[in-house]
């Protein structure tokens, strides 16, 4: 392509590339890379969301623990940020991915620390009226079960994961589907 966007040769529209990987992913992050710089407000904050998993994702990919230890300790920093200056802003933008790759790239003691992180910043308040808090008190639950799934119930933190997902299910219980349900009921029986 000598320039972007490129128009499609057929009805002249404005087109998009796919990419496979790992074209896909380094793809991903110059786009939202050039979002930020230039749009910063677009999206209501959507795309800086993205970006933190991305340098999460990227250093997973490229096997270097040091960056993807900074690149949690700079999403925890950022949650916070952002739940200061937006109400409506739920933690589980990006903690249910970052917990999910932790979980893919077989890491207990990440997803277990994050987990609990997350769990301490969650909110039950007005879960039948507050999407976000409801939506991320499901996410929360969710991801429990996967870590559960995983392996985690013989993790060493996993009595701790287990308590503060009771806790949030205590709040929010009556929003949960039936196999989240499900899942708080085998955590308080186990």
């Known amino acids: 392509m000598r320039r972007w966007p490129h128009q499609c040769n057929r009805c002249g529209s404005v087109t998009d590339p796919l990419f496979d990987q790992p074209w896909e992913h380094e793809a991903d992050g110059v786009e939202l890379q050039w979002l930020i710089q230039n749009h910063p407000d677009r ?13 999460f994702k990227e250093a997973l990919a490229r096997g ?7 690149a949690r300790a700079s999403s925890r920093a950022y949650a916070l940020a952002r739940m200061q ?17 932790e979980l893919d790239a077989r890491d207990l003691d990440w997803a277990a620390d994050d987990l609990l992180f997350w769990f301490s910043v969650s909110s039950t308040d007005d879960v039948e009226n507050n999407n976000t808090n409801r939506t991320n008190s499901r996410q929360v639950i969710d991801l ?35 196999e989240q349900q499900a899942t708080v009921a085998q955590l308080a029986r186990g």
Request: aromatic share 14%; proline share 3%; charged share 20%.
């Open 43 to 55: 999206g209501g904050g959507f795309h800086q969301d993205r970006w933190q998993i991305w340098q």
């Open 64 to 70: 270097n623990r040091q960056a993807a230890t900074e």
């Open 85 to 101: 200056d937006n109400a409506w802003w739920g933690p589980g933008d990006i903690f249910f991915q970052l917990v999910w790759l």
């Open 144 to 178: 429990t079960a996967r870590f559960i799934a995983a392996g985690g119930a013989s993790h060493p933190r996993a009595s701790e994961v287990k308590a503060a997902c009771l806790k949030v299910a205590e709040g929010a219980f009556q929003i949960l589907n039936r």
